[in-house]
């Protein structure tokens, strides 16, 4: 903006836009001396050029994009308006985090709206919470060392399980078609008129993790009593995995009992040995569905997982956080061959000493931790930066940055893990020494010791690459001892072998690539799932918020979804329920749902599949 300018928007009385007119100059513009004049217009044009300098530098410090040969309306048109670090409003959109719009049930608006009245009748939710209570009562356990269906006993308990799932559900198993897979694995087929849609398939597992003896004494109320003390429902499989299981199967009943009829096929598959790794009941319903229905021939899978729904930042912003991903997973066995003998005369190093070294050496050398732009991690940082009230605000500063810079992106790697220890296990593949064997006597020296190391693999890696640096970890330690190495069916030059011998390998046969990423573009069915948990949350009685952001995360555990990637790419695990709700968490003593909160899993299954049933 030119002196000029600046003068004849000065206010009245004043000789120039910055600088007033002096008290004692003549009235008339002709009586300045033209030196002084001069002197005047040289002012204001270097004040004018600081003001621009100055006005840019304050744009340029909000947006961290340097164009220092541009003014500041230059800049502004390049970027838009500066905006601030944040936290944005839930209704804000965000290029890093977008968020799915609301979608409520419109062709069966009606229907939805009927059974949402239905679902807040306190008879229906007694009757509800009784289905839930005789489902946990049923001891379903299941253990890493079960034998095969038909020659082990303790998968009989699952028959039971059925007898009483067919007792409580009669019409959802009279209507729909059933299949048993391997004896106990069910799938329910609810046929849609337009078989040129694919299907929609939702999993949960019928098996609970086992109760240690020792615990039973610490439990409020008895784990296996499925007691209702008026507001908690108590026992184990409350949470984990019969609530989502029942609650899937009280949408269904009240649909068909209103004579639903659905456009699109919908499945319920359901494991027995999710807690087991899944072979006997995921690794069996898989290869049925994929048969079935071909591989691709599903539209989306909804499994257990994600975290719970609640305000975890602070503030009255919901956050809801689907998976889309799975970490990978590996169990190494180390065993470890030497000499026997008396312990009188022991060697240097015995057995378990030699193992010792290498676990030592293990965990001395953690696998390097990644934050990967478009990963778990880093989507659901980036919606955090964004949208939560309460962040710290060199995290939102680095989240920005690192969306175009490599050194940021590893600076928010490293400043994550300060903040927030737990992702530690988030960022890397994690490694546990869990299981150590070795000595069967006193004064005898162990000829053959082994342990095994547990490994969630990161989204980064890949079993190879894991495999990879374990053996470059124990070989120089075998080496160091003398020790020959076979690891994963090769030979590895090491020790000459007389000191003994070291062999590594997959312990069960188990291993599996981390998973692949769900799409989460426009077009994809993420969306409609993601608007489902909107509108389910923000219908929900008592709501009381700003608004709801889903951010999507990375699944730390596996679920029997490690099963199902033939059918579809678009697997979204999730549990509608909120983190209030839950009295202790999984696999722990006193596992409890609150009640009233879980009628809330009934009705996002029901508005699940009334909107899936519409695109």
Known sequence: MSAEKLTLNAPKGQGGGILPAPTNAPSSAHTQRPRSKLLQRLFLLLSALCYAYFGYGVVYSRTHIAHPQTDASTEAAIHGPAQALGP???????????????????????????????????????????????????????????????????????AEFHAYLEQTFPRVFETLKVTKVNTYGIVLHW?????????????????????????????????????????????????????????????????????????????????????ASGVQGAGHLAPYLEETYGRDGVALILDEGGGAW????????????????????????????????????????????????????????PHEAALVRAGGAYNSTQ??????????????????????????????????????????????????????????????????VAAVVNHRIAEHSSVAELKDHFANVIVPVAARFNLSVDAFGKNVSAGDGKGGHVVLS???????????VTPMGTDDPYQILAGTIKATIESAEGYNASGVVVAPLLQLGNTDTRYYWNLTRNIVRYKHLRDVDRFNGAHTV????????????????????LNCDEY
């Open 383 to 448: 919606c955090a930066a964004t949208y939560a009230p309460e962040y710290p605000e060199r995290l939102r500063q680095l989240a920005r940055d690192a969306v175009d810079s490599d050194s940021a992106l590893e600076e928010l790697r490293d400043a994550l893990i300060e903040e927030f220890p737990r992702f530690e296990a988030v960022l890397r593949t994690t490694q546990a020494v869990d299981l150590v064997q070795g000595g069967v006597k006193v004064n005898a020296l162990p000829e053959k």
């Open 88 to 158: 944005l409003l839930p209704s804000e959109h965000s290029d890093v985090c977008p968020q799915p719009k609301t979608i409520h049930p419109s062709k069966h608006r009606e229907l939805a709206e009927e059974l949402d009245r239905l679902y807040s009748d306190d008879i229906y939710k007694l009757k509800a919470y009784g289905a839930l209570s005789g489902a946990v009562q049923i001891p379903t356990e299941s253990y890493d060392n079960l034998g095969p269906v038909g020659e082990d006993p303790r998968w009989d308990t699952f």
């Open 191 to 275: 046929q849609g008129s337009d078989k040129a849609v694919l299907p929609v398939v939702m999993a949960a597992h019928q098996d609970v993790v086992p109760v240690e003896p020792a615990t039973a004494d610490d439990w409020i109320h008895p784990p296996y009593s499925g007691f209702f003390d008026g507001e908690w429902l108590w026992g184990r499989g409350s949470c984990d995995d019969k609530s989502d299981l029942i609650a899937g199967l009280q949408a269904a009943d009240a649909l068909l009992e209103r004579g639903f009829q659905p456009k699109r096929t919908f499945v319920w598959a359901y494991g027995f040995d999710e807690e």
């Open 310 to 365: 609640g305000s975890q930042y602070g503030g009255d912003v919901i956050f809801a956080v689907p998976s889309l991903s799975e970490k990978g997973y590996l169990d190494i066995k180390i065993e470890v061959t030497t000499k026997g003998g008396h312990s009188s005369v022991p060697p240097k190093h015995t057995a378990v000493g030699l193992l010792s070294s290498m676990i030592v050496a293990i965990e001395s050398e």
């Open 506 to 516: 997959d312990a069960f046969g188990t291993g599996l690539e981390p998973s692949p």
């Open 590 to 609: 006193n596992e409890a749902v609150r009640a009233r909160g879980w009628i809330e899993s009934i009705r996002f299954f029901t508005k699940f599949i």
